[in-house]
């Protein structure tokens, strides 16, 4: 009979594998920016974000903080990693005011995460309260990252079209939700990762049915899309490079 401990690791290591390919999806984006040697429209603010997000879960997992935890630390740390390359790339090539903005965003969190790590470190005593204010702290922003889609949802009822929300996409949050729900149900318990992956599971599963409901929409909407468009080549054009960049 399989452990528990053996199991938890199995199923976190999975949690990593998925983990890996959602950190690793913007990656043709910036591939993008590098080519063109341009930003464009682009905003960094999602992965500045993820920065932080990054940032908490890994102190998170840490011994003094929360043990047991390693495959929360090596999934996050590498998707650190990654945030900071595509930032890094984003300040390459955007323009002065971007630069200026992307700089004191980063300000901000180096100073807002170093505070909240010296008051758990230097006030508070023992794995048990510390885990409570990173683990609160570590929801509140990974539940801002997984209700994000909400307006892509709303504008999927509106429209009646799941144009612009990628099955893959979507089937990978939930996956990703479900697999690190089932992670933090196996002994040791961990309420904090069950709290906001659970989020995150439902979230994914509402856009699976939402996909699955209006997708059969899709190519009818597209084709009359096409027909409106067609007497102007231009704006066809236009349009489609705009949903590219979304």
Known sequence: MVSAAIARNVVGVIG??????????????????VKKK???????????????NCAFWVFYGMPFVHPNSILVVTINSVGLAFEFVYLTIYYVYATNKGRKKLLIFLLIEVVFFAAVALITMLALHGTRQRSLVVG??????NVMMYVSPLTIMAKVIKTKSVKY???WLSLANFLNGACWTTYALI????????ISNGIGAISGLI????????????????EDGDQDLKPSGFQLSNL???????
């Open 240 to 246: 489609n490079g705009r949903a590219a960049v979304v």
């Open 187 to 194: 002994h040791p318990f961990d309420l904090y990762v069950l």
């Open 165 to 167: 929300m990628p099955f």
């Open 16 to 33: 990593n594998i998925i983990s890996f390919g959602l950190f690793f999806s913007p990656a043709p984006t910036f591939y993008g920016i």
């Open 207 to 222: 856009q699976l049915i939402l996909y699955a409901c209006y997708c059969s929409c899709k190519s009818k909407n597209d």
């Open 38 to 52: 341009t930003v464009e429209e682009f905003k960094p603010d999602p992965y500045i974000a993820t920065v932080l």
């Open 136 to 141: 609160v702290l570590s929801d509140i922003f």
